[in-house]
């Protein structure tokens, strides 16, 4: 186990270690939307919630249907569990800016689930999900996820990605098939293949319009719901031109105008059994969507989220879509960060985009009867193409030989066998490599004692002057870090430095006792150093080896985003001195 300790933390406004408290089981587990209210909410704040929601909401309204209609569910259950689930999870989570709904990641554990054990299966895998979601909570268990290594993130999501996109081929093109789409990809192209002769010109039009429509907007007018006006025109054009495509009436009769009762599923002890592997699948993609989710949005905001809190605002959200007939529920990046960037103060943003959909299925429902399918296809290709994230991507691949394996593994098992098989075997790859590694480290460092001797002391021409106005500066703390950093340290490292970059506007981050970095804590680094810079907390990383420097500069943490010194002595009276980091520092400079 990697072990940290704090080397300065001189400051005035500090407590001494013996004040130090822990939270108590309240306070771990207040939702974010009390929090909020007790620092005081004022009209200003509700405004600026509203705007938020109400741009969420339109994003979501056609996100949710697509995704539906892709895991092999209606369009209306879409809309129910974006609705409640959203709801619960805001009101109950533990993350500032949350939104919850249905994801694009869920589509292939969930249409897998549907094929075999009905729809019915479905609503209790979910229900089951939501209880186990909510122990992890509360048994603290969060943290754990946090465990799964980078490369296995990355590799997942491409992977859940190019199954998307080839799931909606079909709708894309307006294909007509002699035979059920099977789920398995191998199965699908071939059939896809000989299908291509009944191709229907307009549907392929009206995908292809959608897709140009979205890009377009997003370039030309970022801030404009682009998803929203994309598959409006769409509808509009299948109307008056009566267009001969696939409609969400024409297949699913339309949207009714109102929620249903909520109601338990058949529970029996066999029908628990057979689906609690499901359930199990869909609480761990769960916890690491919405995990990741909550650290994106801190990333962009400087706040934090409390995890375990957050798993149990997902846990009854997924309670909850249940018994009004929903699907999965979890926290989505993209409606997350859109309500960001749309200036939400608080949870109340996800609560009022919930509302604000609730009316549209109240006041406009009949009018989703016209949305053609090739325009939701057209939108589960562009949210496909995104999540795959491509520059993590390339970075993994030119990071190390093993990040590689690791993340290729998961990419191909995730599309050619099953995600839970990809998430196990991408795991137990990074744990081995992370043994290799720390073989080879042992083997090069066997000269360094487990516990350090007593040393006499250098010439006095050989030792640096004390300066004791360094000991006495209130904003500046030096943290050190000693062992393996990997993938089982990122995720509490990063946490602990992430509360003493907020007290102070100078880090020192000292690398000469690390042996080595896997991309996880290179990735947890990067996110870090973004995160304080736009606090104006400056970050200097000293005594990197060149191994580690080379895993650092991969991950873009490189000048001028942080200054690399030999030493701490050398990087306080860089501080002192106010000495710029100089742009081109490269990465052979200032050597640990």
């Known amino acids: 186990r990697l072990i940290t300790r704090l080397l300065d933390k001189m400051t005035r406004h500090q407590n001494p270690p013996s004040a130090i408290t822990h939270p108590t089981f309240i306070e771990l587990f207040t939702p974010k939307l009390v929090t909020i209210l007790r620092e005081g909410y004022s009209l200003a704040n509700l405004r600026a919630d509203a705007l938020a929601g109400l741009t969420v909401a339109i994003v979501a309204l056609p996100l949710s249907m697509a995704i539906a209609i892709a895991s092999g569910a209606s369009p209306a259950q879409g809309l129910y569990t974006a ?98 789409e099977p789920g398995a990809l191998l199965e699908k192209i071939p059939l896809l293949i000989d299908s291509l002769p009944t191709l229907d010109a307009a549907t392929l039009a009206l995908s292809l319009a959608t897709i140009l429509a ?64 499901n359930a199990i699948a869909f609480a761990l993609l769960g916890s690491i969507e919405s995990l990741l989710s909550a650290v994106v949005a801190d990333g962009m905001t400087g706040r934090r989220h409390r995890s375990n809190c957050e798993l149990v605002g997902q846990g009854f959200a997924n309670i909850a879509s249940s018994l009004f007939g929903g699907i999965c529920v979890t926290g989505t990046i993209a409606r997350t960060a859109t309500n960001v960037r749309a200036g939400a103060h608080g949870p109340i943003a996800g609560v009022l985009h919930a509302f604000f959909l609730l009316a549209f299925v109240l006041v406009a429902a009949p009018l989703a009867s016209y949305i053609p399918l090739a325009s939701l296809a057209g939108v589960l290709a562009v949210v496909a193409w995104n999540m795959i994230e491509k520059q993590a991507f390339a ?22 066998r099953d995600l839970t098989e990809a998430i196990v075997v991408g795991f137990a790859l990074g744990s081995v490599l992370f043994i290799h590694r720390m073989s080879k ?58 509360r003493i970059s907020d007290k102070h506007d100078c880090l020192i981050i000292d690398f000469s006792a690390v042996p080595f970095l896997d991309s996880t804590a290179a990735n947890m680094i990067e996110g870090m150093v973004r995160k304080a810079t736009l606090g104006g907390v400056k970050i200097i990383l000293t005594g990197t080896s060149h191994e580690i420097r080379k895993g650092l500069f991969v991950h873009g943490v490189k000048p001028p985003l942080v200054r690399y010194e030999s030493s701490i002595q050398a990087a306080r009276k860089l501080r002192l001195n106010g000495q710029p980091a100089p742009a081109g520092q490269k990465l052979s400079e200032r050597s640990g």
């Not at 590799?155 to 307006?174: E, H, M, N, P, R």
């Not at 190390?400 to 098992?413: I, K, N, W």
């Not at 004692?449 to 002391?457: I, R, T």
Request: zero cysteines; a neutral charge.
């Open 441 to 498: 480290t042992t083997a090069i460092e066997t000269h360094t004692p487990f516990v350090a001797e007593d040393v006499a002391d250098l010439p006095a021409d050989a030792r640096s002057v004390y300066d004791e106005t360094t000991a006495n500066d209130p904003k500046l703390v030096i943290f050190r870090i000693s062992g393996a950093f990997f993938f089982g340290a990122a995720a509490s490292i990063g946490s602990v430095l992430d």
């Open 83 to 180: 609705i409640i689930g959203g709801f619960f999870v805001s009101a109950f989570g533990g993350s500032r800016f949350q939104i919850g709904g249905p994801a694009g990641a869920f589509i292939v554990l969930v249409a897998a689930t549907v094929q075999t054990q009905g729809m019915d299966g479905l609503i209790l895998a979910t229900l089951l999900s939501g209880l186990i979601l909510t122990a992890i909570g509360f048994f603290r268990l969060g943290t754990y996820i946090k465990f799964i290594p980078y490369p296995v993130t990355v590799g997942f999501t491409a992977g859940i990605a190019v199954i998307i996109f080839a799931s909606q081929v079909k709708d894309l093109l307006g294909l007509t098939l002699d035979r059920a």
């Open 395 to 416: 970075t993994l691949l030119r990071a190390s030989r093993g990040d590689a394996a690791v993340l290729g593994a998961t990419f191909l098992l995730t599309i050619f």
């Open 214 to 277: 979205i890009i377009g907007l997003k370039r030309v007018r970022a801030r404009w719901p682009g998803l929203l006006i994309a598959v409006s025109g769409a509808a509009v054009a299948t109307a008056l031109f009566d267009l001969p495509v696939a409609t969400i009436g024409t297949r699913f009769g339309g949207i009714p105008s109102s929620l249903p009762l909520p109601a338990l599923p058949d529970i029996t002890l066999a029908r628990v059994q057979a689906l609690l592997p």
